[in-house]
């Protein structure tokens, strides 16, 4: 076996030295073993570089097993941990296994019992990958079957949550070939499901039977039950979260809650002034332009201005519901970690309030910030690259400590996004005066044209419940993986955005958004 191709051992032990002769043994059976004296270098070693297991003493001085334990998992839920231990205490077995360690050694261990332990995690690990790629394919196979022309809503979201769960499983898989034709069926879908949005959102936003639940039913939907039942309630969105990234979350927060989960779609443009207005408002553009002209701002440039009156919008909602919470609100927007952490600081004082609305923008500056900054481009050069990055943020965020104090409340906790984004891939040619708004995915002003096959062309803004103010006024929204480029300077921007997220059009990344209920487990 080749250095190259050797399993990577790392072995923390403050008795190390006394171990050599198991370390010989490992390495006979073709291992290569690090050895650490305490947790600190543990950690560092695997900051250096992957392993494929760690052997960690429970008794260690400075920072011990189940604090290193601990620092692990929060880095790399799937590393392989092997506790060692002199202790046979039940309360310690259940904290490790809380922790996700993958078996457990009572010491004295003889050289063949940690080979063995290893070797148990190396055959489950080769079993899991074939296993995966049995199901995959099983998995593509019945996706092939499907008559994708005739899937309504429910069939859709059925197929989104399938592969946005397999996004996920490929994350720390091996198997290129299958990653990549899971990649290309995926890029396939937004072709049919282009031609489904088309075809039916004019009926959507007229209320006909059948609908998808949309960004509009959000807070009728979710909040107002639970506040109507006497519940209190959070409120927390997290500003262009895809399906396949709250999976991602999703396992940290099962061990705090019992979760609910739901879906919605999100209204066009798939862009924060118009998907979010609509969860606060619970209105469509047009109705909310008609019946509160001096709150719409769709033509400012600045987006915290678009978005300045959701909680305006949320009470005027909730008074139309007759929900309004006896013992009051609270709306906060966080933009940055300082005011992060002065929510996390004041979160158990917000216990007396019916209602806590929460807003993070961390994942849309993220997403944005891709296109701008060099060094996030290397850190998250692809989507596996970005859940990785964002599941990263969560873990040493305000925001997982703020969910994790709110599990010990008497809460409901409602957690959702506004939309999604899409990795553009290809550039679309677009026509329009200097008046055109100027996002990549979506676009409105006068007379704009482009090709009809790479965007849908609203030519009549009220089909949509878009404002329409006359003259010629039209939108245009990016299908599939498409961005708006302009014939000037096209080349520049065509290479500027390649590869950015974005948002504002059809997609399936962009629409299927989850929309999450959180009972916690021990109040």
């Not at 007229?206 to 998808?212: F, I, L, M, N, V």
Request: net charge negative; with cysteine; aromatic share 10%.
């Amino acid at each position: 076996m080749s250095e190259e191709t050797r399993r990577r051992i790392l072995w923390a032990d403050d008795e190390i030295d006394l171990l050599r002769p198991h370390i010989k043994f490992l390495e006979q059976k073709g291992f290569a073993v690090t050895a650490v004296p305490n947790g600190e270098d543990a950690l560092a070693e695997l900051a250096r570089g992957g392993y494929d297991v760690v052997l960690l003493d429970e008794m260690m001085p400075g920072l011990g097993g189940l604090a290193t334990l601990g620092e692990i998992k929060a880095r790399d839920l799937g590393v392989p941990v092997i506790l060692v231990t002199k202790s046979e205490e039940e309360s310690l077995m259940d904290e490790a296994i809380g922790k996700h360690i993958t078996d457990y050694l009572i010491k004295p261990v003889n050289p063949s019992q940690v080979f063995l332990a290893c070797k148990r995690v190396f055959d489950a690990q080769k079993l899991q990958d074939s296993q995966r790629a049995r199901d995959y394919v099983v998995g593509m196979q019945h996706w092939q079957m499907l008559d994708l022309r005739r899937l309504d809503w429910q069939g859709w979201v059925d197929l989104a949550v399938d592969v946005a769960r397999w996004d996920v499983r490929f994350d720390d898989a091996p198997e290129d070939g299958l990653k990549q034709a899971h990649a290309d069926f995926r890029r396939g879908l937004n072709i049919e499901f282009g031609r489904f949005v088309e075809e039916g959102y004019p009926h959507w936003v007229r209320g006909d039977a059948g609908r998808p639940r949309l960004s509009t039913d959000v807070v009728e939907q979710a909040v107002v039950p639970p506040l109507k039942a006497g519940r209190r309630v959070v409120f927390v969105i997290i500003d262009c979260m895809r399906l396949d990234q709250w999976f991602t979350l999703e396992p940290l927060l099962e061990e705090l809650f019992e979760i609910r989960r739901e879906y919605y779609c999100s209204i066009l443009p798939t862009a924060t002034p118009y998907s979010r207005n609509a969860i606060f408002s619970g209105l469509l553009p047009a109705q909310l332009k008609q019946r509160h002209p001096d709150l719409w701002q769709e033509t400012t440039q600045d987006e915290r201005t678009r978005n300045r009156f959701e909680r305006q919008f949320l009470d005027l909602q909730l008074e139309r519901l007759k929900a309004v919470p006896g013992k009051g609100t609270k709306y906060i927007k966080i933009y940055d970690q300082d005011e992060a952490i002065a929510t996390r600081r004041q979160i158990n004082s917000f216990a007396g309030l019916s209602l806590v609305s929460l807003v993070f923008n961390f994942l849309d500056i993220l997403a944005h910030g891709r296109s701008e900054s060099e060094i996030l481009q290397e850190l998250a050069p692809d989507e596996a690259a970005f859940r990785s990055v964002m599941k990263a943020w969560f873990v040493h965020s305000p925001l997982y400590d703020i969910f994790r104090a709110l599990a010990t409340q008497d809460c409901t906790v409602v957690l959702t996004t506004d939309h999604g984004a899409v990795l553009g891939r290809r550039a679309a040619l677009v026509y329009g005066n200097r008046d055109t708004s100027t996002s990549l995915r979506y676009k409105f002003g006068v007379n704009l044209n482009c090709d009809a096959k790479q965007a849908v062309i609203v030519r009549r803004p009220m089909d949509y419940m878009l404002p329409d103010e006359g003259v010629n006024k039209n939108y245009i929204l990016a299908r599939e993986d498409f961005y708006f480029v302009y014939p000037t300077r096209f080349h520049e921007f065509e290479r500027q955005y390649k590869g950015s997220l974005q948002h504002g059009g059809i997609s399936v990344e962009e629409m299927i958004l989850p929309l999450v209920t959180l009972t916690p487990r021990t109040p």
